[in-house]
T-cell receptor
Framework: GDSVTQMEGPVTLSEEAFLTINCTYT??????LFWYVQYPGEGLQLLLK?????DKGSNKGFEATYRKETTSFHLEKGSVQVSDSAVYFC????????????FGQGTELSVKP | GAVVSQHPSWVICKSGTSVKIECRSL??????MFWYRQFPKQSLMLMAT?????????EQGVEKDKFLINHASLTLSTLTVTSAHPEDSSFYIC????????????FGEGSRLTVL
């Protein structure tokens, strides 16, 4: 069935390091793709999204490009901060999903000063 | 932005009792809400789609008699874990669509259930 696979964590980086969190998906058709972030003790928040191939979602310095040919939606940030420490979830929706999302397993990021 | 609130944020109960978790959309009306379950270090698993004024739609493998969902108003959905057992201990998260405005999906902060 349709699924989302993320790189396993935890990922530990020093402040100002470059971040990549890989995400690949399987799906029929062309689903919308999302990255959500969950800060400690809080609910999930939408970080960015892309709704069609080659779209680039961006927010707070994070970027992800919808790559149809590789079925990927990798999350990147050029210079991470301690405040970026959180769990990041890749997710896909789809046509007629009506808000139903399929999530990856989440990747915990820890940024050290 | 729109806010979705869950209550309680954490609950401990004895085995065999029932526990109700509320999910409220605070500043928008939500005809559809979703309930997820999250195990430690694992992904969110969609349990059911809650539809205002009608029966919930459960995902395959989710016991509807075990996890009762009621969506009696446009701002409130409840999940009741009936006859809870330790294996029901988990983090339960709801989400709601702000259909009338952005169409964006907003998540509650989650409710941690521990069954002793």
């Amino acid at each position: 069935g349709d699924s989302v696979t993320q790189m396993e964590g935890p990922v530990t980086l020093s402040e100002e390091a470059f971040l990549t969190i890989n995400c690949t998906y399987t799906a029929t058709g062309y689903p919308s793709l999302f990255w959500y972030v969950q800060y400690p003790g809080e609910g999930l928040q939408l970080l960015l999204k892309a709704t069609k191939a080659d779209d680039k979602g961006s927010n707070k310095g994070f970027e992800a490009t919808y790559r149809k040919e590789t079925t990927s939606f990798h999350l990147e940030k050029g210079s991470v901060q301690v405040s970026d420490s959180a769990v990041y979830f890749c997710a896909r929706g789809g046509q007629n999903q009506g808000g139903k999302l399929i999530f990856g397993q989440g990747t915990e990021l820890s940024v050290k000063p | 932005g729109a806010v979705v609130s869950q209550h309680p944020s954490w609950v401990i109960c004895k085995s065999g009792t029932s526990v109700k978790i509320e999910c409220r959309s605070l500043d928008f009306q939500a005809t559809t809400m979703f309930w997820y379950r999250q195990f430690p270090k694992q992904s969110l698993m969609l349990m059911a789609t809650s539809n205002e004024g009608s029966k919930a739609t459960y995902e395959q493998g989710v016991e509807k008699d075990k996890f009762l969902i009621n969506h009696a108003s446009l701002t409130l959905s409840t999940l009741t874990v009936t006859s809870a057992h330790p294996e029901d201990s988990s983090f339960y998260i709801c989400s709601a669509i702000d259909v009338d405005n952005t169409g964006e999906l907003f998540f509650g902060e989650g409710s941690r259930l521990t069954v002793l």
